[in-house]
């Protein structure tokens, strides 16, 4: 009686539709508004507030509005189902990537997969940018597509260190660097080496541009690659603006997880470290030296912290996090003119 124009169903179906329904009306409904206010902006000649302001609520709408996605445990037709499907893509070779370096992949034993965020983790001029660029020529050389972002480097810069690491001692990147390249020997190293294969995409933001996580996804639905490797995290900015550093930090950290995650691909992120003691940097630094945050320690599905001593070719590498396998750690032996990088056992050091 007291709701008299309310006719119940009987039939009401399930919780669950009714809450997907309402979700999509809720995003529906939101982004008119958003997108109602970004033409506003543009109309009134705010180009680039209107950019911003898209950028940040579209991001909010997608971290309120984001699919969780779930599945039965006692199901053992879809337990069936992925096993088969993972035996099947490990035959053909195309889950994880490997390094060619024992030490790396006996410690993750199904390689770099999709879905996973790793952090290289160094003090400044150890070598984190070059081992990070040596594991994007290695997924590359068996038919990934790499994507690099880097904002430390201009994109022919970062080129030049692919390309010796790519030609294994063919190469000298001092002399690349300096243009002392034969114009017709690169010609032909390229039509034989390079030609047909997968692309190499390197970004860079030397015009000054911000680069968020939504400017990555950008990129991502752009070329489509197979491995993402930021350079380096704390240069980046998230999509959620914070004047606080280890706020940004924390934001930055956990949305590039998700990305990883709903993208299906792996992400590394070279991440900076503070040392405790400036007199040491030849050390291996801990998850608790991150800067800024120890947020990417915990978002990360691994952490691998580099360390070197002065004038030494020798890499210690130390798996600080390792979700997916032991915790352990190994040598490599480098030359970042030539871009030779080579396993070394501790016994022969």
Request: proline residues 4%; hydrophobic residues 40%.
């Amino acid at each position: 009686d007291k709701f008299r124009d309310f006719t119940p169903v009987d039939e009401v179906g399930a919780t669950k539709y009714h809450l997907e329904e309402l979700q999509a009306e809720f995003l529906n409904d939101s982004l008119k508004d958003v997108l109602r206010t970004t033409a506003s902006d543009v109309q009134a000649g705010q180009g680039t507030k209107a950019l911003e302001d898209l950028i940040q609520k579209t991001s909010e709408l997608k971290k309120n509005t984001a699919v969780i996605r779930d599945i039965d445990a006692t199901d053992i037709d879809s337990a069936v189902a992925y096993f088969e499907n993972l035996a099947r893509q490990n035959e053909l070779g195309s889950i994880g990537i490997k390094t060619g370096l024992p030490g790396f992949d006996n410690y993750l034993p199904a390689g770099i997969t999709p879905g996973q965020l790793g952090v290289f983790l160094a003090y400044p001029g150890i070598g984190k940018s070059w081992f990070a660029l040596y594991m994007a020529v290695q997924a590359w050389k068996q038919g990934k597509s790499p994507l690099i972002i880097s904002l430390e480097m201009s994109e022919t810069e970062v080129r030049n260190r692919v390309f010796a690491i790519m030609g294994e001692g063919l190469w000298s990147h001092r002399k690349l660097s300096n243009g002392q390249v034969e114009i017709d020997d690169l010609k032909r190293w390229h039509s034989k080496e390079l030609a047909g294969k997968p692309e190499f995409h390197i970004i860079s933001n030397d015009n000054g541009g911000e680069v968020t996580p939504s400017v990555i996804r950008g990129k991502i639905d752009q070329y489509k690659p197979d491995l993402v490797i930021v350079d380096y995290l704390q240069l980046m900015s998230p999509n959620q603006k914070s004047d606080n550093e280890t706020v940004r930090m924390k934001n930055l950290s956990r949305e590039l997880k998700l990305m990883a995650i709903s993208e299906e691909m792996p992400i590394i992120a070279i991440s900076s470290a503070t040392p405790d003691d400036v007199t040491k940097l030849d050390t291996v630094p801990t998850l608790g030296q991150t800067a800024w945050s120890r947020q990417i320690a915990y978002d990360a599905d691994w952490v691998l912290a580099l360390g070197r001593a002065t004038n030494s070719d020798i890499l210690e590498c130390v798996f600080r996090k390792n979700r997916n396998g032991f915790m352990g750690e190994f040598l490599v032996q480098v030359d970042f003119d030539k871009g030779y990088y080579r396993y070394k056992d501790f016994e022969d050091n």
